[in-house]
């Protein structure tokens, strides 16, 4: 019987210490990234770091750096260590049919890269008609933008999270204990597993940083509004009620006031989980007129700036 576990975290660099302690309890390790050139010759040591991260474009760059050392101290220790991300395996291979001068009309209609495409597609597409919309437009059809993307990202989690679990099944059917990575938006890959793996598999999950969260709000997540819209929308695709519409407007807030670049302790613990927590905490005492007043505000200004206000208006000293 293989005990598998499924670890809910993010990429910055407050969770590694956390990730490398649970990471040595178990045989495997599955990241959640696509197969990557000379990835296990950097495991091997004959690749340094900064050269096999260098032709990457890196989102979280010194969390990067510091994952890509963890993970060689643990290969040193006889641990397995794979990539495993089908979605995105299949998207590179999308780009790369494009680049050699493919195009849509040419994807074989059964190809398994065709729904990676669409939905890749009409992501993508809603998500460039938000950003059109919030320069300019209204906040309702700026709100409603914010809910067509959140229906189209849900799809992409969903089709990600069954690739995935298809993938991950017969691979961890091979080890006595595996250490599944994922985001926390990928909430359906429990279900998915549990689909696939065979019975005498021992499902469970973990939420890295769910006892940190704990101890600063009491709360195992730090789900912003943007987040709940579209875990709303993973399990209830029709879902248009107002909560939808609250959701979104706070949403346009949150996405304004959270800080964008990695941060890396120093002095404070787990700077990213406070910053969210305090951005939730300001959103959440926002009702949808509030956010109405609120977003041509701040809808052009800085981070900070857009912190300031917000933070202001709720606590009645603007």
Not at 60 to 66: A, D, E, I, T
Not at 77 to 102: N, S, V, Y
Not at 143 to 156: I, L, N, P, Q, T
Not at 307 to 314: C, N
Request: net charge neutral; aromatic share 8%; with cysteine.
């Amino acid at each position: 019987m293989s005990q598998v576990t499924l670890v809910y975290s993010t990429h910055r660099p407050e969770t590694l210490s956390k990730a490398s302690e649970l990471m040595t309890r178990y045989d495997a390790i599955i990241l959640e990234e696509p197969e990557t050139a000379g990835f296990q010759e950097m495991l091997d040591g004959e690749l340094p770091v900064e050269d096999y991260l260098a032709d990457q474009d890196l989102e979280y760059p010194h969390f990067s750096r510091q994952s890509c050392r963890m993970l060689q101290r643990l290969y040193r220790k006889g641990k397995t260590i794979l990539q495993i991300e089908p979605f995105l395996d299949r998207l590179l291979r999308i780009h790369d049919f494009f680049a050699d001068g493919g195009s849509p009309a040419l994807l074989d209609e059964d190809s398994p890269l065709v729904p990676v495409y669409q939905v890749e597609k009409d992501a993508t597409g809603s998500l460039i008609r938000f950003y059109r919309t919030a320069v300019s437009g209204s906040f309702e059809n700026t709100v409603e933008s914010v809910k067509a993307f959140s229906r189209d990202d849900a799809k992409r989690f969903i089709l990600r999270d069954r690739l995935r679990a298809e993938a991950l099944a017969p691979v961890a059917e091979k080890y006595p204990s595996v250490y599944i990575e994922a985001g926390v938006m990928h909430v359906r890959l429990w279900n998915e597993l549990r689909r696939y793996l065979p019975k005498t598999a021992r499902l469970d999950s973990i939420h890295l940083m769910g006892s940190v969260n704990r101890s600063i709000w009491q709360r195992r997540h730090t789900f912003g509004p943007g987040d709940l819209l579209t875990i709303l929308y993973i399990y209830h695709p029709g879902y248009n009620d107002a909560r939808a519409d609250l959701l979104a407007a706070r949403s346009l807030i949150s996405s304004k006031i959270l800080e964008k670049e990695e941060m890396v302790p120093s002095g404070e613990p787990y700077p990213h989980i406070r910053n969210e927590v305090d951005s939730i905490r300001l959103v959440s005492r926002l009702g949808l007129a509030d956010c109405r007043r609120l977003y041509p505000r701040i809808r052009l200004v800085r981070t900070s700036k857009a912190r300031s206000i917000v933070r202001q208006y709720v606590t009645g000293t603007d």
